[in-house]
């Protein structure tokens, strides 16, 4: 357990991600098994054990810890696992403790009373590091920084492999992954994901750059509108369904409806994630209330439906599409969607165009709130994982922009930290007392050059009124140009608006705060923004 | 015919006041005469008429504050009786930083104990707590949560050690308060064996100078500036939480923060403060000691300060002790004990 632990105190106090890599790394060549695995698992989708660790501290923490005290320390610790752990009488002979897998086959079967004792026994024979580590492992979701996609990263790297090989067949794996590391040792044939639906890296796009329009031919190129939701793929065989998110992370949990709506499936298809309410898009935010979530309320799926748009096909039946064409793979999509019609879906529309001077009318004259841009895909393109060169490009909206005025800065973290580097900014607007008053509408921490940072926190040390922790409020005296992709309606902001994706444009040193826009300015794109919801460019809402 | 303690020794807006002897007890406000327990800026202030502490104490306030931060000082050695208004006081160790005082307070047939901060714990750099009986003790409760309980402070350099062996190419900044704990670490840091140059942050050299000339053994340290910054590279320097996070902190190349707090105990703690590397190193008594010691003392009637008084005074109850909490103003919460 001793090497868990400081596995799990290393990843939560170090910010680089390069170093989380390497303890992860270290830890994965030097445990045995199936111990790593279990490990692997505690920071992936988690391990197979099914307990209520609230209901067994409860019954355990009574025993030595008056409840009035207990909660006096919860509240000021914040975490219940790391409260218990501290809180926990220390043995003479606290040491190594049980290995990982005793823990595990320790919660996996029995009673809870005989699981609740068995896990006092644990926390008994362990260090307050150690007590922490065995919580954290069966309590679920460690936060410790670590995503499943960095674990993954990190467990390729630690032998040599692309991480894309293991993804290929990580939702075929079970914890605690014995085939795996025998395969990633080489000491095994890579296990076959056999019947199960798995995730299968995906094909990215690059941002599409000035200088590259002259180096392209309009007719190699496909075009569809980019949509703002999220990336998924779903993955469906057997039965059984299974949605990822772009870095493959199974978020079918929450979404029981799509799952439904491919159990008579047998593919694996791209798409965007949306909620999508009589055929229109609901904004971002709305999907966002269904995101990040282990269960999901049936009033959620009313308020909140759920809807993919889907845009490509990697797989129908058993047949691999990935080294055919995009073209090709578009025909057989769309063969696909008429012949089985799944609910809750239709297909990303293709936006035909003569030349790319006509396309740019249509991506400059799109204004509706569902579409970010558009999508190029040469219409030779394979299906690689990853960006592959010049295959497809996004083409994001013209963003639009604002003069606002810095409010407070924060420091920032890792190569930032010390320089502050994270700018909320606001506009102004008449305050109570007919005097102007500046009002957040949004934070930004990129967008700027290294030197500019440089300018900007000698600026906001000589321009500071007051200093809370991390966070300096400054006088209202610099004009940022704030470039952002769409004003959303916000209850949580006091100004009522928030943009999505602000970053610095320009920094106007030359202007006087006093000309930086009003919140009336404001508040009149956003009437306009959703005043326009159809232009002729958008695709049809009624495949469905 | 012994008098209720309350009834000579409260707090007023200026601090801790004991009418007999017409003094208060580290006041955050200018007053006539203060009698100081320790060093540290919320107990020890400038501007006051006549201030009596231990030697140590009044050194250090004159390295802070400058020769002149008081009308006059009378110092006074520890466990040395004197008689103030016919109050009788004397100085008993406390353990918390060098010069640290309890200040005992006999009148009317009454005994009260202020005991400032104090610790259990060994600590090289000055004399160990004092244990006197009495019928009122003031303590503290910076950690007073019974998820406190301090690590032993030599394995937790030992902890700096492995660290600086696996990281050998990085510098290890450690933040430390500048009075007692940066101190306390470098002679911890020397006990362990280690006798290369320490490096300070410049707001920590005075201090530690004049630990050196009051005897305490501290070995090869020096100031940061105008050393070559390849000095650096795998050892050891010492600066206020502050700078870690601070533009002086940047001409190390990617050093490891080290943090030597009681607070580092809580993880969430060293994650706010992007910690990498926390030592739980505390000049305070942690919940055990507090309780210990309370209890040691037999005193009747215990009053609490600064820190987590709700917890402490609850427990107390449970325990049959009398306790209430004592506010007084001006008391830090301690954020880098």
């Known amino acids: ?544 | 015919m012994a008098q209720s303690v309350e009834r000579w020794l409260y707090p007023t807006e200026h601090g801790l006041f004991c009418e007999p002897g017409g003094f208060y007890i580290d006041p955050h406000r200018p007053v006539d005469r203060a009698i100081i327990t320790h060093g540290h800026g919320d107990h020890a202030r400038s501007g006051h008429g006549a201030v009596l502490a231990t030697p140590e104490t009044i050194a250090i306030m004159k390295v802070r504050y400058g020769e002149t931060c008081a009308g006059a000082f009378q110092s006074l050695a520890l466990r040395e009786p004197i008689t103030m208004n016919g109050v009788e006081v004397s100085l008993a160790p406390a353990g918390h930083i060098l010069g640290s005082a309890q200040i005992v307070m006999t009148w009317a047939g009454r005994r009260a104990v202020v005991s400032g901060d104090y610790k259990r714990a060994s600590d090289p750099t000055c004399e160990a707590f004092e244990l006197v009986p009495c019928d009122v003790f003031v303590t503290e409760a910076t950690f007073g949560l019974p998820v406190f309980r301090h690590e032993v402070a030599a394995n937790e350099v030992h902890k700096l050690f492995r660290s600086m062996a696996a990281e050998q190419s990085r510098t290890h900044l450690i933040g430390a308060y500048g009075l007692g704990k940066c101190q306390r670490m470098i002679r911890l840091i020397r006990d362990a064996g280690y006798d290369k140059p320490i490096y300070l942050h410049g707001a920590m050299v005075a201090l530690t100078h004049l630990y050196q000339q009051l005897g305490i053994a501290l070995g090869d340290v020096r100031p940061v500036a105008h050393e070559d910054p390849k000095a650096f590279v795998g050892g050891i320097v010492l600066c206020p939480p502050s700078a870690i996070g601070d533009r002086w902190s940047r001409r190390f190349n990617d050093p490891v923060s080290v943090f030597a707090s009681g607070w580092m105990r809580i993880r969430g703690r060293a994650r706010q403060r992007g910690v990498e590397l926390p030592l739980v190193v505390s000049d305070h008594a942690d919940w055990p000691e507090l309780i210990a010691t309370i209890q040691e003392t037999s005193a009747g009637e215990i009053w609490v300060t600064h820190g987590r008084e709700d917890a402490l005074v609850y427990h107390l109850s449970t325990l049959g002790i009398t306790a209430r909490a004592l506010k007084l103003v001006g008391r830090d919460d301690d954020e880098d004990a």
Not at chain 1, 176 to 194: I, V
Not at chain 1, 268 to 290: C, H, S, T, Y
Not at chain 1, 307 to 314: G, M, P, Q, S, W
């Open chain 1, 1 to 544: 357990m001793r090497a868990f632990a400081a596995l799990l105190d290393g990843l939560a106090t170090t910010q680089s991600r390069n170093r989380k890599t390497a303890l992860l790394g270290r830890y994965f060549r030097d445990a045995s098994d199936p111990d790593r695995g279990w490990a692997l698992a505690a920071l992936t989708d988690g391990l197979p054990i099914r307990v209520s660790l609230r209901r067994m501290l409860a019954g355990l923490t009574s025993r030595f810890i008056d409840p009035v005290l207990y909660k006096m320390s919860r509240d000021y610790v914040g975490d219940t696992a790391e409260t218990v752990a501290l809180l926990w009488p220390d043995r003479a002979n606290a040491g190594e403790g049980p290995s990982l897998d005793t823990v595990v086959q320790a919660m996996a079967s029995g009673t809870t009373a005989e699981r609740t004792e068995a896990l006092g026994r644990i926390l008994d024979s362990l260090d307050p590091s150690g007590r922490w580590a065995v919580l954290k492992l069966i309590g679920g979701a460690p936060r410790v920084g670590v995503s499943a996609r960095l674990a993954r990263t990190a467990l390729a790297e630690a032998f040599d492999r692309d991480v894309n090989d293991i993804e290929d067949i990580w939702h075929a794996l079970e914890a605690p992954y014995s085939d795996l590391f025998q395969w990633l040792e080489g000491r095994a044939d890579k296990p076959d994901p056999g019947l199960r639906p798995v995730f299968r890296p995906v094909m990215l796009a690059h941002p599409i750059e000035d200088d590259d329009w002259p180096k392209l031919d309009a007719k190699d190129f496909s075009a569809e509108w980019k949509w703002d939701g999220i990336r998924v793929q779903i993955s469906a065989r057997g039965g059984e369904v299974r949605m990822f998110s772009r870095q493959g992370d199974d978020i079918s949990i929450a979404f029981p409806e799509i799952r439904s709506a491919f159990a008579m499936q047998t593919c694996v298809a791209d798409g965007e994630l949306l909620v999508m309410r009589d055929g229109v898009i609901a904004p971002f935010n709305d999907l966002q209330q269904r995101l990040n979530r282990k269960t999901v309320t049936a009033k959620m799926l009313r308020e909140y439906p759920a809807h993919v748009r889907l845009y490509d096909l990697l797989f129908v039946d058993d047949e691999d599409l990935r080294a055919s064409s995009f073209d090709s793979r578009r025909a057989r999509l769309e063969a696909w969607h008429v012949e089985h019609q799944p609910p809750l879906t239709d297909l990303s529309q293709l936006v035909a165009f003569e030349s790319f001077d006509a396309l740019h009318t249509v991506w400059s004259s799109a204004r509706d709130d569902g579409i970010e841009g558009l999508m190029l895909k040469r219409r030779d393109s394979v299906y690689q994982a990853g960006r592959v060169k010049g295959q497809w490009f996004k083409w994001k909206r013209a963003a639009l922009t604002l003069d606002c005025v810095m409010m407070y800065a924060q420091r920032g973290s890792g190569k930032r930290s010390s320089f502050y580097s994270d700018y909320t900014f606001g506009v102004w607007r008449d305050g109570s007392e007919g005097q102007r008053e500046l009002v957040p509408v949004g934070k930004a921490y990129s967008g700027f050059t290294d030197d500019e940072l440089k300018q900007l926190d000698r600026w906001i040390r000589a321009n500071t009124t007051e200093t809370f922790g991390p966070v300096r409020a400054v006088s209202p005296g610099l004009v940022l140009e704030v470039a952002f992709d769409a004003l959303q309606k916000s209850a949580r902001h006091k100004s009522g608006v928030a943009m999505r994706f602000p970053r610095i444009h320009r920094i106007r040193w030359d202007k006087p705060a006093s000309e930086a826009e009003t919140l009336e300015t404001v508040m009149a794109m956003l009437g306009q923004s959703t005043a326009v919801p159809d232009q002729p460019a958008s695709p049809p809402s009624t495949l469905i």
